[in-house]
T-cell receptor
Framework: EAQVTQNPRYLITVTGKKLTVTCSQNMNHEYMSWYRQDPGLGLRQIYYSMNVEVTDKGDVPEGYKVSRKEKRNFPLILESPSPNQTSLYFC???????????FGPGTRLTVL | AQKITQTQPGMFVQEKEAVTLDCTYDTSDQSYGLFWYKQPSSGEMIFLIYQGSYDEQNATEGRYSLNFQKARKSANLVISASQLGDSAMYFCAMREWRGSQGNLIFGKGTKLSVKP
């Protein structure tokens, strides 16, 4: 089944404790992206990647890192999480470029 | 400045009636794409419909159609014959290119409630 998977789905952590949210797709998509969704703000892009080893900042990259060492994986790293990073995070992928995006199920992160 | 504007935070529609969700966009690019996504209360994001800037015909997908008015920079979603399952958040998005890199920009969404 074609899908984008994210882990974990839910995470409660404390300020400053490094964490990684994994994202994997099995559709051989070149383009992958991370978004955060906050009430009243819609989805805002954090980072995106056009292909392996090619990443770029989105609109809200501060406090986040990404890597794209393999085509299928695009982990999101929070080196020192803070409470303002409490949000719902979505990973998405698409063929070619930022076209019709297939979204993962979301990761709800709470930073205390 | 917002690049995607959805002016209706919330809307109600009677079951079986049609509803239009508004979306205006701002770009100086000649080539761009417009998308609509649905997010039910369960949280997943579901792709609904796509319109390319060079497409002369309005896109349609089943009960969904996109009313594309290029000169007015609007890309409204029309849902015909609303169903209770259409109750959800709806997001308009635009594909934007920055050199060889591209991304999607989303609006803040419209919450649609379908009344029985």
């Amino acid at each position: 089944e074609a899908q984008v998977t994210q882990n974990p789905r839910y995470l409660i952590t404390v300020t400053g404790k490094k964490l990684t949210v994994t994202c994997s797709q099995n559709m051989n998509h070149e383009y992958m992206s991370w978004y955060r969704q906050d009430p009243g703000l819609g989805l805002r892009q954090i980072y995106y990647s056009m292909n392996v080893e090619v990443t770029d900042k989105g609109d809200v990259p501060e406090g986040y890192k990404v890597s794209r060492k393999e085509k299928r994986n695009f982990p999101l790293i929070l080196e020192s999480p803070s409470p303002n990073q409490t949000s719902l995070y979505f990973c998405a992928s698409s063929l070619g470029g930022p076209n019709e995006q297939f979204f993962g199920p979301g990761t709800r992160l709470t930073v205390l | 400045a917002q690049k995607i504007t959805q002016t209706q935070p919330g809307m109600f529609v009677q079951e079986k009636e049609a509803v239009t969700l508004d979306c205006t966009y701002d770009t100086s690019d000649q080539s761009y794409g417009l998308f609509w996504y649905k997010q039910p209360s369960s949280g997943e994001m579901i792709f609904l419909i796509y319109q390319g800037s060079y497409d002369e015909q309005n896109a349609t997908e089943g009960r969904y159609s996109l009313n594309f008015q290029k000169a007015r920079k609007s890309a409204n979603l029309v849902i015909s014959a609303s169903q209770l399952g259409d109750s959800a958040m709806y997001f308009c998005a635009m594909r934007e290119w920055r050199g060889s890199q591209g991304n999607l920009i989303f609006g803040k969404g419209t919450k649609l409630s379908v009344k029985p």
